[in-house]
């Protein structure tokens, strides 16, 4: 008897019975007896010099119990600073500070702590701490920062450049556009977003006096990597003197992934009063001081032959930083960007130049795609560019381009080698499920008609890389880390299973997906195996959640512990049943002689013989227990197509979005439901990028769109519901065949809905628009037409 | 100065003496301990903090503690009644309505809310009632669903 299976299935999340009933228990829900409240004052200029701190009258608050500056985190001795992760050659790393002392450098830069006993007195001390700021200029556009006269941030960091960064073959490069048929461009902005989880940050600091460590309830999506920066270069306690634990966490896109000033500060003030401190950032510190995403400035170009195949890409950005180095920001505009502006096609020559820049604003690092929607925004809006130039159709020209099938492995130019992929099945199944020749049919009547709103369709064929990542190949980048994940697997003496794994949810699903792997790979039910996950103390270690890595790393070293525990319990069973290891084999819950199914030990009677151990073979010690660390070979190389329809209204300008089709291939999928959820929500986040969002910055660094009443979020009203589907290409080379999901819709979307406006305003002479296309911009394009 | 304020949440009574400034949300959560209601922007834009105030809607940061004296309340702790969850909490968990959960309270209070007033909304009536309702992780596809599926099993 085959038992159902159940990887592939849509098992309800464990999760969410607590989630719906209030129960679970989020960072700012927890209390401790004597807490006090830790209120940030921050620097309301971009750029200022600071001059007296004065605390006076923040002291008379009642309920305030200490206000601090950085004089007096100098004075207690702690290394105080929060470093960048990633250090590219050459890198200028000026100090990020915990708080700043002589000089601010972005709306929201911390400058003194207020500790008080209430959640309100806090706030109110903090209204009352008097800052003498001395104003200076601030810069808050990155292209415009290196000019000269720009006013400059560090001294160790002229022209504002943190790096200067290349990829690819420049002369070959300049060799293909020589000779092209067909050269396009395009010059973009892709504007910088301010994450919004729904839940702010924030951090529990416990001091315990006696053993000289800290515990951290924290909004993390890696409390092991917060754990070693905050013992690093923040507190300088030693690591094991640490516990970080992230409870229930609301959300984090990427925003939870970085290691900010905030929590350690927490700590820090827990450990001076010896007294439980929370800090919990209103929504507008939230949006001043989470890292923002995207913020480039690029000019790109792609040159083709007179077939209409590519020959040559080339694309400058430059990728603002904000004012510090954030923890892993120089890698987003670098080797999550540079490295695939292949995309899905076969491109001879690329070369990409970036430059990373210091600008007066909230640091910028890793948000939902982190550098790949960039990068495939730059492919996706040339693709369209080419098509426009050579007259070629939109979908004709991509699959012309496709790598082909049979050309896996297939090595970029831009450093990355493809496991796999089948690109032209995603691309007829979307333009099939969309009803694409209708659709352009369609649009011409109405373009000739000239009733009914405008109707465009884009697509976007994208890929990415997930999995994140090859531990030796990220090192020879400069991350100060490898990037694998860790796993343990303890099989308790009836059977049941518990697992620890490395990688800490945040909405993903993690103990329903995990339970999935180790009760189909033990032939248990799901009930049987608990999955814990975001405690340091529990884990041995672990490197978190981003970058659509959890089933791909996480996933796979809970595949390669289980591996271990099964071939301990075949030479358990072998020794029972009297037989050779190599002939005993584990299916359906039992390990059994080969070929002969009576001669057979259920699941739960080895385990037991494992720990009762009055006979195990020689040398063997007792129990059932493993842990692996997965160091995964490669990247993983989701792809797909997406097609989104619009229509706008011809007299305001008003884009609708009334149509979605997402096809992707994200490889074996373990959970249907779940993965279908992250496609959907990470649409909604790309479209609301191509939309909607936009972090509004003045010239100066006065930031603009600091609540959520100026920062227009995608709401259900604004949306349709999407059309899905996928094609399996599994991974080759994990355990599972699987590729991550987390980021592919944000990847895709905004591609797809730039291009479907811009195809709705073609006729008009328009050949790109810049993100967010709000009304009035595409009202304006409407009028001026090709001057756009 | 104190203000004494006795309201009924979730079925049970409870006085406290509160500062006048002190927002419903805040009493919710650090006076009686319903931390079950979030709290996303304390500005009245996010929906994370809806609760039902005697029967309608109610984002509990855009109110005072002393506002609702005399009201009665119900948080998502009290919306299952006898162990049994409200079809709305059943389908959010069927149709995988939601991801983090942080929105999901306020999501399911403002959706029952609906329901009340309208048993059986289209799409785009349950995509209007919750436009003041953010959720950052669903792109609001099974959470449009979710409604649907608890108003044709009747939620009310
Ligand atoms: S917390 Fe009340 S609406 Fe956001
Ligand atoms: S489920 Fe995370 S915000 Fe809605």
């Given at each position: 008897m085959t038992r159902n299976r159940v990887i592939g299935t849509s098992v309800k999340r464990r999760e969410d019975p607590d989630l719906i009933t209030g129960r679970g228990r989020y960072t700012d829900d927890l209390t401790r007896p004597g807490m006090l409240h830790l209120a940030i004052v921050r620097s309301p200029y971009a750029h200022a010099v600071v001059g007296r701190i004065d605390a006076t009258r923040a002291l008379e608050v009642p309920g305030v119990v200490a206000v601090y500056?950085?004089?007096?985190?100098?004075?207690?001795?702690?290394?105080?600073?929060?470093?960048?992760?990633?250090?590219?050659?050459?890198?200028?790393?000026?100090?990020?500070?915990?708080?700043?002392?002589?000089?601010?450098?972005?709306?929201?830069?911390?400058?003194?702590?207020?500790?008080?006993?209430?959640?309100?007195?806090?706030?109110?001390?903090?209204?009352?701490?008097?800052?003498?700021?001395?104003?200076?200029?601030?810069?808050?556009?990155?292209?415009?920062?290196?000019?000269?006269?720009?006013?400059?941030?560090?001294?160790?960091?002229?022209?504002?450049?943190?790096?200067?960064?290349?990829?690819?073959?420049?002369?070959?490069?300049?060799?293909?556009?020589?000779?092209?048929?067909?050269?396009?461009?395009?010059?973009?902005?892709?504007?910088?977003?301010?994450p919004h989880a729904v839940e702010p940050r924030a951090a529990l600091a416990e001091w315990d006096r006696s053993a000289g460590s800290v515990t951290i309830h924290m909004t993390s999506q890696n409390p092991h990597v917060h754990r070693l920066l905050m013992s690093l270069a923040s507190l300088g306690l030693p690591e094991h003197k640490i516990r970080i634990v992230a409870p229930e966490v609301g959300g984090g896109f990427g925003s939870k992934i970085h290691h900010y000033p905030d929590e350690a500060l927490a700590a820090w003030c827990a450990m001076q009063l010896d007294r439980p401190v929370k800090w919990t950032a209103t929504r507008s510190e939230t949006n001043m001081t989470d890292a923002h995403g995207r913020d480039h400035v690029t000019e790109a170009e792609i040159a083709l032959d007179e077939d209409g195949r590519i020959v040559g890409l080339r694309a400058n950005t430059w990728a603002a930083m904000g004012a510090y180095l954030s923890t892993f920001a120089p890698a987003v505009p670098t080797y999550l960007h540079g490295t695939l502006l292949s995309g899905q096609y076969a491109i001879p020559a690329i070369h990409v130049h970036v430059f990373g820049v210091f600008t007066s604003t909230t640091p910028v690092d890793a948000y939902r795609g982190a550098g790949r929607p960039e990068a495939t925004y730059i492919?996706?809006?040339?693709?369209?560019?080419?098509?426009?130039?050579?007259?070629?159709?939109?979908?004709?020209?991509?699959?012309?381009?496709?790598?082909?099938?049979?050309?896996?492995?297939?090595?970029?130019?831009?450093a990355l080698a493809y496991d796999s992929g089948n690109y032209a099945p995603a691309l007829d199944r979307a333009l099939e499920m969309a009803g694409y020749d209708d659709l352009l049919a369609e649009q011409s009547r109405r373009r000739a008609d000239g009733d009914g709103p405008l109707l465009g369709v884009g697509l976007s064929s994208y890929i990415e890389a997930c999995g994140i990542a090859p531990s030796q190949v990220v090192g020879s980048l400069g991350a100060q880390a490898g990037l694998w994940e860790s796993a343990k697997i303890r099989v308790h003496p009836t059977g049941s299973v518990t697992v620890y794994t490395g990688s800490s949810a945040h909405g993903q699903g993690h103990e329903t997906t995990f339970s999935q792997i180790v009760a189909e790979k033990l032939g248990l039910d799901v009930d049987q195996v608990d999955v814990v996950h975001g405690d340091t103390r529990e884990v041995q270690f672990?490197?978190?959640?981003?970058?659509?890595?959890?089933?791909?790393?996480?996933?796979?070293?809970?595949?390669?512990?289980?591996?271990?525990?099964?071939?301990?319990?075949?030479?358990?069973?072998?020794?029972?049943?009297?037989?050779?290891?190599?002939?005993?084999?584990?299916?359906?819950?039992?390990?059994?002689?080969?070929?002969?199914?009576?001669?057979?030990?259920?699941?739960?009677?080895?385990?037991?013989?494992?720990?009762?151990?009055?006979?195990?073979?020689?040398?063997?010690?007792?129990?059932?227990?493993?842990?692996?660390?997965?160091?995964?070979?490669?990247?993983?190389?989701?792809?797909?197509?997406?097609?989104?329809?619009?229509?706008?209204?011809?007299?305001?300008?008003?884009?609708?979005?009334?149509?979605?089709?997402?096809?992707?291939?994200?490889?074996?999928?373990?959970?249907?439901?779940?993965?279908?959820?992250?496609?959907?929500?990470?649409?909604?986040?790309?479209?609301?990028?191509?939309?909607?969002?936009?972090?509004?910055?003045?010239?100066?660094?006065?930031?603009?769109?600091?609540?959520?009443?100026?920062?227009?979020?995608?709401?259900?009203?604004?949306?349709?519901?999407?059309?899905?589907?996928?094609?399996v290409t599994p991974c080759p080379h994990n355990p599972l065949g699987v590729k991550g999901v987390g980021e592919a819709g944000a990847i895709a979307s905004p591609a797809a809905v730039v291009n479907a406006v811009v195809d709705a305003l073609f006729h008009l002479g328009v050949r790109h628009l810049d993100m967010p296309l709000t009304p009035e911009k595409v009202w304006r394009a409407m009028k001026e037409g090709g001057r756009s | 100065m104190s203000y004494h304020v006795q309201l009924e949440v979730n079925g049970r009574r409870h006085e406290r003496e509160v500062e006048p400034r002190m927002l419903l949300v805040h009493f919710l959560r650090e006076e009686l301990g319903l931390t079950g209601t979030n709290v996303g922007c304390e500005t009245s834009l996010c929906g994370a903090c809806t609760v039902l105030v005697d029967g309608a809607a109610v984002k509990s940061c855009t109110q005072l503690a002393v506002q609702a004296d005399g009201a009665s309340i119900t948080t998502i702790e009290g919306l299952a009644t006898n162990g049994e969850l409200h079809a709305l909490q059943q389908a959010f968990w069927d149709l995988h309505g939601l991801q983090c959960g942080y929105c999901t309270p306020g999501m399911i209070l403002a959706a029952a809310d609906l329901l009340e007033r309208n048993p059986d909304p289209d799409d785009g009536e349950i995509r209007e009632a919750l436009k003041g309702n953010v959720c950052r992780c669903t792109g609001y596809h099974n959470i449009v669903r979710a409604v649907r599926r608890a108003a044709e099993g009747g939620a009310a």
């Open positions: 500056t950085a004089a007096d985190l100098e004075a207690s001795g702690i290394p105080g600073v929060v470093p960048t992760a990633w250090l590219l050659p050459d890198l200028k790393t000026p100090p990020h500070p915990l708080l700043a002392k002589d000089r601010v450098r972005y709306v929201g830069d911390g400058v003194a702590l207020v500790v008080a006993d209430s959640r309100y007195s806090a706030r109110d001390g903090a209204d009352l701490v008097e800052v003498d700021y001395e104003p200076l200029q601030g810069v808050s556009n990155p292209r415009k920062a290196t000019e000269a006269g720009a006013p400059q941030l560090f001294d160790e960091a002229p022209g504002n450049i943190a790096f200067d960064w290349e990829l690819g073959d420049a002369e070959a490069t300049d060799r293909a556009f020589e000779g092209a048929a067909t050269v396009a461009k395009v010059a973009l902005r892709n504007n910088r977003l301010i492919v996706e809006r040339l693709l369209d560019r080419a098509a426009d130039e050579t007259g070629l159709d939109a979908a004709e020209i991509r699959r012309r381009n496709f790598v082909p099938p049979d050309a896996f492995p297939f090595q970029t130019q831009v672990g490197m978190g959640t981003y970058g659509s890595r959890s089933a791909a790393v996480g996933g796979s070293a809970i595949v390669t512990g289980l591996d271990k525990v099964i071939a301990k319990g075949r030479r358990i069973a072998a020794h029972m049943l009297e037989a050779a290891t190599e002939d005993v084999v584990f299916e359906d819950g039992a390990f059994q002689v080969k070929g002969v199914p009576d001669r057979a030990k259920a699941w739960g009677e080895v385990v037991l013989a494992a720990y009762l151990a009055h006979d195990l073979p020689e040398e063997m010690e007792p129990g059932l227990e493993a842990t692996s660390f997965y160091n995964p070979s490669n990247f993983t190389y989701p792809f797909g197509t997406h097609v989104a329809v619009v229509e706008i209204d011809r007299e305001t300008g008003v884009v609708r979005l009334v149509r979605y089709v997402a096809v992707d291939d994200v490889g074996n999928v373990i959970n249907p439901m779940i993965v279908d959820g992250q496609i959907h929500g990470g649409i909604a986040q790309g479209v609301g990028q191509a939309l909607w969002e936009e972090a509004v910055y003045d010239d100066d660094g006065q930031l603009l769109t600091g609540t959520m009443l100026d920062y227009a979020l995608p709401r259900a009203h604004n949306l349709p519901s999407y059309e899905l589907d996928r094609t | -």
